[in-house]
Protein backbone atom coordinates (compact mmCIF):
# COMPACT_ATOMS: atom_id res chain seq x y z
CA UNK A 1 0.00 0.00 0.00
CA UNK A 2 1.27 3.61 -0.49
CA UNK A 3 2.22 6.26 2.03
CA UNK A 4 -0.59 8.22 1.25
CA UNK A 5 -2.96 5.31 1.93
CA UNK A 6 -1.24 4.38 5.43
CA UNK A 7 -1.25 8.17 6.83
CA UNK A 8 -5.13 8.40 6.08
CA UNK A 9 -5.60 5.49 7.99
CA UNK A 10 -3.17 5.13 10.40
CA UNK A 11 -4.97 8.69 11.39
CA UNK A 12 -8.52 7.40 11.10
CA UNK A 13 -7.55 3.98 13.18
CA UNK A 14 -6.14 6.39 16.29
CA UNK A 15 -9.41 8.19 16.19
CA UNK A 16 -11.76 5.22 16.62
CA UNK A 17 -8.95 4.02 19.24
CA UNK A 18 -10.08 7.25 21.09
CA UNK A 19 -13.66 6.93 20.86
CA UNK A 20 -13.49 3.28 21.92
CA UNK A 21 -11.08 4.01 25.02
CA UNK A 22 -13.07 3.48 28.12
CA UNK A 23 -11.03 6.78 29.75
CA UNK A 24 -9.98 10.53 27.98
CA UNK A 25 -7.35 10.62 26.31
CA UNK A 26 -5.79 14.38 26.80
CA UNK A 27 -4.21 14.82 23.12
CA UNK A 28 -2.40 18.21 20.78
CA UNK A 29 -1.03 17.72 17.52
CA UNK A 30 1.74 14.95 18.17
CA UNK A 31 -0.41 12.19 19.22
CA UNK A 32 -1.65 12.08 15.40
CA UNK A 33 1.88 12.83 14.26
CA UNK A 34 3.38 10.15 16.47
CA UNK A 35 0.40 7.54 15.56
CA UNK A 36 1.36 8.52 11.27
CA UNK A 37 5.14 8.08 12.54
CA UNK A 38 4.50 4.68 13.92
CA UNK A 39 2.98 3.32 10.65
CA UNK A 40 5.85 4.59 8.28
CA UNK A 41 8.39 3.40 10.55
CA UNK A 42 7.87 -0.56 8.76
CA UNK A 43 8.62 1.51 5.27
CA UNK A 44 12.02 2.17 6.30
CA UNK A 45 13.44 -1.13 4.97
CA UNK A 46 12.15 0.16 1.33
CA UNK A 47 13.83 3.83 2.12
CA UNK A 48 16.62 1.94 2.83
CA UNK A 49 16.75 -0.31 -0.79
CA UNK A 50 16.43 2.84 -2.38
CA UNK A 51 19.61 4.28 -1.09
CA UNK A 52 21.30 1.07 -1.82
CA UNK A 53 20.08 1.01 -5.23
CA UNK A 54 21.22 3.99 -6.17
CA UNK A 55 24.43 4.35 -3.89
CA UNK A 56 27.98 3.89 -4.81
CA UNK A 57 29.32 2.88 -1.73
CA UNK A 58 30.70 -0.73 -1.58
CA UNK A 59 29.25 -0.80 1.86
CA UNK A 60 25.79 -1.00 0.89
CA UNK A 61 26.04 -3.16 -2.50
CA UNK A 62 28.31 -5.89 -0.45
CA UNK A 63 25.02 -6.19 2.01
CA UNK A 64 23.99 -9.93 0.95
CA UNK A 65 19.85 -9.34 2.33
CA UNK A 66 16.94 -9.76 0.73
CA UNK A 67 14.39 -6.89 0.15
CA UNK A 68 11.00 -9.20 0.62
CA UNK A 69 12.70 -11.10 3.65
CA UNK A 70 13.04 -7.43 5.68
CA UNK A 71 9.70 -6.25 4.78
CA UNK A 72 8.45 -9.33 5.69
CA UNK A 73 9.29 -9.30 9.01
CA UNK A 74 8.98 -5.63 9.48
CA UNK A 75 5.73 -6.72 8.62
CA UNK A 76 5.06 -9.20 11.02
CA UNK A 77 4.27 -9.50 15.15
CA UNK A 78 7.74 -10.58 15.75
CA UNK A 79 8.72 -7.35 14.72
CA UNK A 80 5.97 -5.30 16.35
CA UNK A 81 6.82 -7.18 19.34
CA UNK A 82 10.58 -5.82 19.73
CA UNK A 83 9.92 -2.36 18.57
CA UNK A 84 6.84 -2.08 21.78
CA UNK A 85 9.72 -3.12 24.30
CA UNK A 86 11.89 -0.77 22.66
CA UNK A 87 9.79 1.64 23.15
CA UNK A 88 8.40 0.97 26.14
CA UNK A 89 12.65 0.67 27.80
CA UNK A 90 12.99 4.48 26.16
CA UNK A 91 9.93 5.83 27.60
CA UNK A 92 10.23 4.72 30.47
CA UNK A 93 14.31 5.63 31.22
CA UNK A 94 13.66 8.89 29.93
CA UNK A 95 10.20 9.26 31.53
CA UNK A 96 8.71 10.51 28.39
CA UNK A 97 4.70 11.37 28.34
CA UNK A 98 3.03 7.15 27.71
CA UNK A 99 0.00 9.06 25.49
CA UNK A 100 2.91 9.14 22.73
CA UNK A 101 3.80 5.65 23.71
CA UNK A 102 0.11 4.61 22.83
CA UNK A 103 0.22 6.75 19.44
CA UNK A 104 3.50 4.95 18.05
CA UNK A 105 2.12 1.56 18.77
CA UNK A 106 -1.17 1.81 17.70
CA UNK A 107 0.33 3.82 14.50
CA UNK A 108 2.16 0.46 14.18
CA UNK A 109 -0.99 -1.92 14.45
CA UNK A 110 -2.48 0.31 11.95
CA UNK A 111 0.27 -0.46 9.18
CA UNK A 112 -0.17 -4.40 9.77
CA UNK A 113 -3.91 -3.79 9.35
CA UNK A 114 -3.81 -2.22 6.09
CA UNK A 115 -0.89 -3.95 4.40
CA UNK A 116 -3.49 -7.13 5.43
CA UNK A 117 -5.91 -5.64 2.66
CA UNK A 118 -2.83 -5.44 -0.01
CA UNK A 119 -2.78 -7.96 -2.61
CA UNK A 120 0.73 -9.52 -1.19
CA UNK A 121 -0.79 -9.90 2.47
CA UNK A 122 1.21 -9.99 5.31
CA UNK A 123 3.94 -12.88 7.34
CA UNK A 124 2.23 -11.76 10.31
CA UNK A 125 3.79 -14.83 11.94
CA UNK A 126 7.52 -14.26 11.18
CA UNK A 127 9.04 -16.50 10.05
CA UNK A 128 6.56 -18.76 9.23
CA UNK A 129 5.84 -18.61 5.61
CA UNK A 130 1.85 -18.64 6.23
CA UNK A 131 0.80 -15.03 4.80
CA UNK A 132 -2.58 -13.49 6.18
CA UNK A 133 -5.16 -11.66 3.69
CA UNK A 134 -8.64 -10.05 4.41
CA UNK A 135 -8.91 -10.83 1.00
CA UNK A 136 -9.56 -14.40 1.30
CA UNK A 137 -10.96 -15.54 -2.13
CA UNK A 138 -8.04 -16.75 -4.16
CA UNK A 139 -10.69 -16.50 -8.16
CA UNK A 140 -12.46 -13.23 -6.85
CA UNK A 141 -11.92 -10.89 -9.58
CA UNK A 142 -11.24 -8.21 -6.77
CA UNK A 143 -8.30 -9.88 -4.31
CA UNK A 144 -6.95 -7.02 -3.48
CA UNK A 145 -5.83 -3.39 -3.35
CA UNK A 146 -2.55 -2.77 -5.69
CA UNK A 147 -0.35 -0.14 -4.78
CA UNK A 148 -0.85 3.44 -6.24
CA UNK A 149 -4.37 2.34 -8.29
CA UNK A 150 -7.46 3.82 -8.51
CA UNK A 151 -9.17 1.64 -6.16
CA UNK A 152 -6.70 2.41 -3.21
CA UNK A 153 -6.42 6.61 -4.11
CA UNK A 154 -10.51 6.36 -3.37
CA UNK A 155 -9.71 4.06 -0.16
CA UNK A 156 -7.81 6.09 1.39
CA UNK A 157 -9.66 9.53 0.41
CA UNK A 158 -12.77 7.24 2.27
CA UNK A 159 -10.52 7.19 5.03
CA UNK A 160 -9.56 10.60 5.83
CA UNK A 161 -13.25 11.51 4.97
CA UNK A 162 -14.41 8.98 7.93
CA UNK A 163 -11.82 10.40 10.20
CA UNK A 164 -13.06 14.33 10.10
CA UNK A 165 -16.45 12.19 11.08
CA UNK A 166 -14.88 10.72 13.96
CA UNK A 167 -13.46 13.74 15.60
CA UNK A 168 -16.18 14.85 17.99
CA UNK A 169 -14.81 12.13 20.16
CA UNK A 170 -17.00 12.69 23.36
CA UNK A 171 -20.33 12.72 21.24
CA UNK A 172 -19.93 8.89 19.82
CA UNK A 173 -18.06 7.78 23.54
CA UNK A 174 -21.46 8.69 25.34
CA UNK A 175 -23.69 6.69 23.03
CA UNK A 176 -21.13 3.63 23.02
CA UNK A 177 -20.09 3.01 26.82
CA UNK A 178 -24.01 3.71 27.25
CA UNK A 179 -24.61 0.52 25.16
CA UNK A 180 -22.33 -1.83 26.60
CA UNK A 181 -23.33 -0.21 30.15
CA UNK A 182 -19.21 0.95 30.11
CA UNK A 183 -19.71 3.02 33.74
CA UNK A 184 -17.20 5.49 32.87
CA UNK A 185 -18.12 5.96 29.11
CA UNK A 186 -21.76 6.32 30.33
CA UNK A 187 -20.56 9.49 32.33
CA UNK A 188 -17.54 10.65 30.24
CA UNK A 189 -18.86 14.03 29.54
CA UNK A 190 -19.42 15.27 32.91
CA UNK A 191 -15.92 17.51 33.51
CA UNK A 192 -16.34 17.96 37.48
CA UNK A 193 -13.15 21.00 36.75
CA UNK A 194 -16.18 22.92 34.83
CA UNK A 195 -19.12 21.08 36.00
CA UNK A 196 -22.32 23.45 36.95
CA UNK A 197 -24.42 20.57 37.91
CA UNK A 198 -23.44 17.17 39.98
CA UNK A 199 -24.03 14.21 37.90
CA UNK A 200 -26.99 11.63 39.45
CA UNK A 201 -26.36 8.22 38.57
CA UNK A 202 -29.29 5.67 38.90
CA UNK A 203 -28.16 1.88 39.51
CA UNK A 204 -30.39 -0.75 39.34
CA UNK A 205 -27.94 -4.48 40.51
CA UNK A 206 -26.65 -5.77 43.04
CA UNK A 207 -24.39 -5.92 46.01
CA UNK A 208 -21.32 -8.42 45.73
CA UNK A 209 -21.13 -8.64 48.88
CA UNK A 210 -24.61 -8.86 50.50
CA UNK A 211 -26.28 -9.99 47.31
CA UNK A 212 -28.65 -7.20 48.45
CA UNK A 213 -30.63 -5.53 45.64
CA UNK A 214 -29.81 -1.99 44.60
CA UNK A 215 -32.27 -0.16 43.13
CA UNK A 216 -31.72 3.92 43.33
CA UNK A 217 -29.83 7.21 42.55
CA UNK A 218 -26.52 8.17 43.78
CA UNK A 219 -24.37 10.97 43.51
CA UNK A 220 -21.53 10.39 40.94
CA UNK A 221 -18.08 11.68 42.75
CA UNK A 222 -15.48 10.80 39.94
CA UNK A 223 -14.00 8.19 38.02
CA UNK A 224 -11.57 4.89 39.41
CA UNK A 225 -9.42 3.24 36.79
CA UNK A 226 -11.38 2.53 33.74
CA UNK A 227 -13.87 0.44 34.34
CA UNK A 228 -15.55 2.16 37.61
CA UNK A 229 -16.93 5.08 39.12
CA UNK A 230 -16.97 6.16 42.89
CA UNK A 231 -20.15 7.14 43.96
CA UNK A 232 -21.95 8.77 47.07
CA UNK A 233 -24.92 7.69 48.77
CA UNK A 234 -27.26 10.45 49.59
CA UNK A 235 -28.62 9.04 52.66
CA UNK A 236 -25.93 7.51 54.70
CA UNK A 237 -23.14 9.18 53.32
CA UNK A 238 -20.94 6.23 52.13
CA UNK A 239 -19.19 5.87 49.21
CA UNK A 240 -19.16 2.60 46.28
CA UNK A 241 -17.59 1.96 43.43
CA UNK A 242 -19.94 0.99 40.84
CA UNK A 243 -18.45 -1.23 37.51
CA UNK A 244 -17.80 -3.94 35.72
CA UNK A 245 -15.23 -5.14 37.69
CA UNK A 246 -15.49 -8.49 40.02
CA UNK A 247 -13.71 -6.11 43.14
CA UNK A 248 -16.19 -3.86 43.07
CA UNK A 249 -19.07 -3.15 45.76
CA UNK A 250 -21.91 -2.92 43.09
CA UNK A 251 -22.53 -5.12 40.28
CA UNK A 252 -24.89 -3.16 37.67
CA UNK A 253 -26.90 -4.85 35.28
CA UNK A 254 -28.66 -1.10 34.21
CA UNK A 255 -27.60 2.83 34.67
CA UNK A 256 -28.69 6.33 33.97
CA UNK A 257 -27.62 9.41 34.38
CA UNK A 258 -29.43 12.31 35.44
CA UNK A 259 -28.85 15.87 35.86
CA UNK A 260 -29.08 17.12 40.15
CA UNK A 261 -28.51 20.23 41.39
CA UNK A 262 -26.29 23.12 40.46
CA UNK A 263 -22.84 22.91 42.17
CA UNK A 264 -20.12 25.25 42.63
CA UNK A 265 -16.59 23.19 42.38
CA UNK A 266 -13.15 25.06 43.09
CA UNK A 267 -9.56 22.66 43.77
CA UNK A 268 -6.47 23.35 44.96
CA UNK A 269 -3.12 21.57 44.70
CA UNK A 270 -1.04 21.26 48.25
CA UNK A 271 2.57 19.57 49.16
CA UNK A 272 3.13 18.44 52.70
CA UNK A 273 6.50 17.81 54.11
CA UNK A 274 7.08 15.95 57.51
CA UNK A 275 4.15 16.51 59.50
CA UNK A 276 1.18 14.13 60.19
CA UNK A 277 -2.00 13.14 59.18
CA UNK A 278 -4.03 15.10 62.35
CA UNK A 279 -2.02 18.87 61.41
CA UNK A 280 -2.89 17.74 57.93
CA UNK A 281 -6.86 17.59 58.37
CA UNK A 282 -6.80 20.68 61.01
CA UNK A 283 -5.50 22.34 58.16
CA UNK A 284 -7.95 21.30 56.18
CA UNK A 285 -11.03 22.04 58.17
CA UNK A 286 -9.66 25.71 58.60
CA UNK A 287 -10.55 26.05 54.91
CA UNK A 288 -14.30 25.02 55.01
CA UNK A 289 -16.40 28.11 55.98
CA UNK A 290 -19.51 26.28 55.39
CA UNK A 291 -20.98 23.11 56.48
CA UNK A 292 -22.44 22.45 53.38
CA UNK A 293 -19.44 22.38 51.52
CA UNK A 294 -18.11 18.90 50.25
CA UNK A 295 -13.89 18.09 50.18
CA UNK A 296 -12.97 14.95 48.57
CA UNK A 297 -9.03 14.21 48.72
CA UNK A 298 -6.68 12.74 45.95
CA UNK A 299 -3.05 11.60 46.36
CA UNK A 300 -0.05 10.22 47.60
CA UNK A 301 1.48 10.44 50.98
CA UNK A 302 4.51 8.75 51.91
CA UNK A 303 4.88 7.81 55.65
CA UNK A 304 7.93 6.36 57.56
CA UNK A 305 5.43 4.45 59.66
CA UNK A 306 5.01 0.87 60.81
CA UNK A 307 2.49 1.06 63.11
CA UNK A 308 -0.46 2.70 60.97
CA UNK A 309 -3.91 0.53 60.25
CA UNK A 310 -6.19 0.98 57.67
CA UNK A 311 -9.68 -0.38 59.16
CA UNK A 312 -11.97 -1.61 56.01
CA UNK A 313 -15.47 -2.22 55.56
CA UNK A 314 -15.75 -5.13 52.58
CA UNK A 315 -18.93 -3.69 51.89
CA UNK A 316 -17.58 0.09 51.44
CA UNK A 317 -15.60 1.51 48.71
CA UNK A 318 -12.23 2.50 51.13
CA UNK A 319 -10.85 5.93 49.91
CA UNK A 320 -7.73 4.97 51.38
CA UNK A 321 -5.04 2.28 50.00
CA UNK A 322 -1.85 1.00 51.46
CA UNK A 323 0.70 0.21 49.27
CA UNK A 324 3.93 -0.60 50.94
CA UNK A 325 4.53 2.66 52.35
CA UNK A 326 2.29 4.82 50.46
CA UNK A 327 -1.22 6.18 50.97
CA UNK A 328 -2.96 6.06 47.90
CA UNK A 329 -5.91 8.55 48.40
CA UNK A 330 -8.86 8.40 45.75
CA UNK A 331 -11.86 10.99 46.83
CA UNK A 332 -11.40 10.55 50.64
CA UNK A 333 -12.90 13.03 52.94
CA UNK A 334 -11.81 14.61 56.02
CA UNK A 335 -13.22 11.66 58.32
CA UNK A 336 -11.33 9.21 56.78
CA UNK A 337 -8.14 10.68 57.33
CA UNK A 338 -8.91 11.82 60.73
CA UNK A 339 -8.80 7.97 61.33
CA UNK A 340 -5.18 8.15 60.74
CA UNK A 341 -4.45 11.14 62.33
CA UNK A 342 -1.65 10.22 64.38
CA UNK A 343 0.45 8.57 61.15
CA UNK A 344 3.20 10.90 60.59
CA UNK A 345 3.89 11.82 56.82
CA UNK A 346 7.64 12.50 55.37
CA UNK A 347 6.29 13.95 52.49
CA UNK A 348 3.21 13.71 49.51
CA UNK A 349 1.30 15.80 46.89
CA UNK A 350 -2.25 16.28 47.32
CA UNK A 351 -5.58 17.51 44.86
CA UNK A 352 -8.21 19.03 47.06
CA UNK A 353 -11.60 19.79 45.67
CA UNK A 354 -14.10 21.39 47.39
CA UNK A 355 -18.02 20.96 46.04
CA UNK A 356 -20.65 23.23 47.09
CA UNK A 357 -24.63 23.09 46.54
CA UNK A 358 -25.99 26.46 45.05
CA UNK A 359 -29.34 27.51 46.89
CA UNK A 360 -31.69 30.14 45.76
CA UNK A 361 -32.77 32.51 47.56
CA UNK A 362 -30.66 31.49 50.73
CA UNK A 363 -31.36 34.58 53.02
CA UNK A 364 -35.35 34.22 52.70
CA UNK A 365 -34.96 30.62 53.15
CA UNK A 366 -32.81 31.29 56.59
CA UNK A 367 -35.22 33.96 57.38
CA UNK A 368 -38.45 31.54 56.76
CA UNK A 369 -36.50 28.68 58.79
CA UNK A 370 -35.83 30.86 62.07
CA UNK A 371 -39.49 32.34 61.79
CA UNK A 372 -40.83 28.63 61.67
CA UNK A 373 -38.70 28.22 64.80
CA UNK A 374 -39.80 30.94 66.87
CA UNK A 375 -43.77 29.91 65.96
CA UNK A 376 -43.28 26.23 66.40
CA UNK A 377 -41.27 26.89 69.62
CA UNK A 378 -43.09 29.50 71.40
CA UNK A 379 -46.95 28.78 69.57
CA UNK A 380 -46.74 32.88 68.57
CA UNK A 381 -50.14 33.33 66.52
CA UNK A 382 -52.10 36.51 65.66
CA UNK A 383 -55.68 37.21 66.85
CA UNK A 384 -56.72 37.49 63.86
CA UNK A 385 -55.15 37.35 60.56
CA UNK A 386 -56.79 40.58 58.84
CA UNK A 387 -55.95 43.15 62.34
CA UNK A 388 -52.08 43.66 62.27
CA UNK A 389 -52.12 45.46 65.41
CA UNK A 390 -53.00 42.82 67.83
CA UNK A 391 -50.43 40.02 68.85
CA UNK A 392 -50.21 37.58 71.41
CA UNK A 393 -47.75 34.53 72.42
CA UNK A 394 -48.48 31.32 74.41
CA UNK A 395 -45.43 29.68 76.35
CA UNK A 396 -44.51 27.28 78.48
CA UNK A 397 -43.56 29.04 82.21
CA UNK A 398 -41.27 26.88 83.22
CA UNK A 399 -38.68 27.12 80.23
CA UNK A 400 -38.56 31.03 80.90
CA UNK A 401 -36.27 32.92 83.22
CA UNK A 402 -37.80 36.31 83.24
CA UNK A 403 -41.47 38.25 81.86
CA UNK A 404 -39.79 41.60 80.91
CA UNK A 405 -43.65 43.04 80.73
CA UNK A 406 -46.66 44.19 82.43
CA UNK A 407 -50.36 44.78 81.92
CA UNK A 408 -50.51 48.41 80.94
CA UNK A 409 -46.83 48.66 79.40
CA UNK A 410 -46.16 50.92 76.48
CA UNK A 411 -43.71 48.51 74.19
CA UNK A 412 -42.13 49.16 70.60
CA UNK A 413 -41.34 47.32 68.24
CA UNK A 414 -38.44 45.16 68.92
CA UNK A 415 -38.74 45.26 72.70
CA UNK A 416 -38.14 42.73 74.53
CA UNK A 417 -41.37 40.26 76.00
CA UNK A 418 -39.96 37.30 77.66
CA UNK A 419 -36.63 35.21 77.63
CA UNK A 420 -35.90 31.68 78.16
CA UNK A 421 -34.35 30.64 80.85
CA UNK A 422 -32.65 26.82 80.38
CA UNK A 423 -31.16 27.20 77.44
CA UNK A 424 -30.11 30.56 77.23
CA UNK A 425 -28.37 30.02 80.46
CA UNK A 426 -26.54 27.03 78.97
CA UNK A 427 -25.53 28.43 75.85
CA UNK A 428 -23.84 31.36 77.93
CA UNK A 429 -22.02 29.04 79.82
CA UNK A 430 -20.94 27.49 76.65
CA UNK A 431 -19.66 30.60 75.62
CA UNK A 432 -17.68 31.44 78.46
CA UNK A 433 -15.87 27.94 78.49
CA UNK A 434 -15.41 29.18 74.52
CA UNK A 435 -14.13 32.33 75.05
CA UNK A 436 -11.31 30.63 77.88
CA UNK A 437 -10.47 28.11 75.04
CA UNK A 438 -9.55 30.42 72.38
CA UNK A 439 -7.64 32.57 75.12
CA UNK A 440 -5.98 29.24 76.09
CA UNK A 441 -5.50 29.34 72.23
CA UNK A 442 -4.28 32.36 71.73
CA UNK A 443 -1.44 31.98 74.78
CA UNK A 444 -0.12 28.76 73.30
CA UNK A 445 0.34 30.57 69.50
CA UNK A 446 2.47 33.34 71.78
CA UNK A 447 4.82 30.35 73.29
CA UNK A 448 4.98 28.67 69.87
CA UNK A 449 6.09 32.13 68.38
CA UNK A 450 8.19 32.37 71.24
CA UNK A 451 9.30 29.15 71.07
CA UNK A 452 10.59 29.49 67.67
CA UNK A 453 11.49 32.59 67.22
CA UNK A 454 14.59 31.41 69.85
CA UNK A 455 15.68 28.65 68.14
CA UNK A 456 15.11 30.48 64.24
CA UNK A 457 17.41 33.36 66.16
CA UNK A 458 19.74 30.71 67.28
CA UNK A 459 19.79 29.07 63.72
CA UNK A 460 20.41 32.61 61.87
CA UNK A 461 23.62 32.82 64.30
CA UNK A 462 24.72 29.58 62.93
CA UNK A 463 23.98 30.49 59.53
CA UNK A 464 26.13 33.54 59.70
CA UNK A 465 28.68 31.81 61.14
CA UNK A 466 28.98 28.82 58.62
CA UNK A 467 28.80 31.08 55.80
CA UNK A 468 32.09 32.94 57.33
CA UNK A 469 33.51 30.19 57.63
CA UNK A 470 32.97 28.56 54.39
CA UNK A 471 34.07 32.14 52.89
CA UNK A 472 37.13 30.77 54.14
CA UNK A 473 37.15 27.63 53.03
CA UNK A 474 37.14 25.98 56.40
CA UNK A 475 33.88 23.98 55.87
CA UNK A 476 31.99 23.03 52.58
CA UNK A 477 28.70 24.30 50.88
CA UNK A 478 26.59 21.83 52.00
CA UNK A 479 27.18 22.40 55.64
CA UNK A 480 25.72 26.50 54.75
CA UNK A 481 22.57 24.31 52.82
CA UNK A 482 22.05 22.24 56.16
CA UNK A 483 21.72 25.25 58.28
CA UNK A 484 19.00 27.00 55.51
CA UNK A 485 17.05 23.87 54.94
CA UNK A 486 16.68 23.55 59.06
CA UNK A 487 16.02 27.21 58.73
CA UNK A 488 13.31 26.96 55.99
CA UNK A 489 11.74 23.80 58.19
CA UNK A 490 11.43 25.90 61.49
CA UNK A 491 9.31 28.30 59.72
CA UNK A 492 7.62 25.65 57.93
CA UNK A 493 6.57 23.67 61.53
CA UNK A 494 5.92 26.87 62.91
CA UNK A 495 3.42 27.79 60.26
CA UNK A 496 1.65 24.90 60.14
CA UNK A 497 1.53 24.44 64.32
CA UNK A 498 -0.09 28.33 64.59
CA UNK A 499 -2.00 27.45 61.52
CA UNK A 500 -3.63 24.03 63.14
CA UNK A 501 -4.28 26.18 66.62
CA UNK A 502 -6.13 29.12 64.16
CA UNK A 503 -8.29 26.95 63.14
CA UNK A 504 -9.54 25.59 66.28
CA UNK A 505 -10.01 29.73 67.19
CA UNK A 506 -12.12 29.87 64.06
CA UNK A 507 -14.33 26.69 65.38
CA UNK A 508 -14.57 27.93 68.65
CA UNK A 509 -15.32 31.51 67.06
CA UNK A 510 -17.87 30.35 64.57
CA UNK A 511 -19.66 28.20 67.92
CA UNK A 512 -20.11 31.67 69.99
CA UNK A 513 -21.38 33.62 66.85
CA UNK A 514 -24.04 30.29 66.41
CA UNK A 515 -24.55 30.20 70.16
CA UNK A 516 -25.56 34.41 70.15
CA UNK A 517 -27.55 33.91 67.14
CA UNK A 518 -29.69 31.55 68.68
CA UNK A 519 -29.75 33.11 72.64
CA UNK A 520 -31.28 35.87 70.41
CA UNK A 521 -33.85 33.86 68.97
CA UNK A 522 -34.83 32.76 72.84
CA UNK A 523 -35.58 36.13 73.18
CA UNK A 524 -39.40 36.51 72.26
CA UNK A 525 -39.87 40.46 71.01
CA UNK A 526 -42.69 42.45 69.65
CA UNK A 527 -43.30 42.26 66.43
CA UNK A 528 -45.66 45.63 66.70
CA UNK A 529 -45.70 48.87 69.01
CA UNK A 530 -48.54 48.95 71.12
CA UNK A 531 -49.43 48.01 74.92
CA UNK A 532 -49.71 45.44 76.59
CA UNK A 533 -53.34 44.46 77.47
CA UNK A 534 -52.68 40.76 79.15
CA UNK A 535 -50.22 38.64 80.94
CA UNK A 536 -51.33 35.68 82.14
CA UNK A 537 -50.00 32.66 84.05
CA UNK A 538 -52.11 29.56 84.42
CA UNK A 539 -51.84 26.12 85.95
CA UNK A 540 -53.43 23.12 84.16
CA UNK A 541 -53.27 19.56 84.72
CA UNK A 542 -49.75 20.06 86.31
CA UNK A 543 -48.34 22.34 83.36
CA UNK A 544 -47.81 26.02 84.15
CA UNK A 545 -48.45 28.35 80.84
CA UNK A 546 -48.43 31.94 80.05
CA UNK A 547 -49.35 34.09 77.57
CA UNK A 548 -48.81 37.35 76.70
CA UNK A 549 -51.12 40.32 74.32
CA UNK A 550 -50.20 43.44 72.85
CA UNK A 551 -52.90 45.46 71.11
Known sequence: ?????????SLLFIQIVRVLLPYDVKIDIFFYLFAVLGNLICIIPEIFFKIRKCSSFKVFNRLNISRNEVI?????????????????????????????????????????????????????????????????KKDAVFRGFIKDSKPERILAGVFILLFVICLPTDSY????????????????????????????????????VTHEKIEKNFKAIGWLGANSVVVEDPETGYLYSIGKGLTDNIQPFSMEEKTGDNILITSKNISVYRTNLHKIVSELDSTIKDPDTSVFITGNLYTDDENYHIAS???????????????????????????????????????????????????????????????????????????????????????????????????KKGDVLVISSKEQDALNLENQKNNIDYSKLEGSIS????????????????????????????????????????IAYLKANEELEISSIQSEQAKLSAQIENNNKHISRLEIKSPINGEVSNVSINFNAGVISGSISVE
Do not use: W
Open 447 to 486: KIQASYKEKLDSKYKELELNKKLYSEGLISEQAVKNIESD
Open 72 to 136: DFTNSVLCYLIYSVILNLVFFIFKLNTTYLLSLEIGYISHLILESFSVTGVRLLYPAFIRFSLIT
Open 173 to 208: KKIIHSIIQNPIGALSDVKYEASEKETIVYVKGIHN
Open 313 to 411: NPTEYNPIKLAQKCLELQFARIEDLDRLKNTHITTGKLVIRYEKKIKKNNENVANAEENNYNDKKYNKEDTKTEDLNKFKISFNAMDISDIKVKVGQKV
Open 1 to 9: MSIYSHIAF
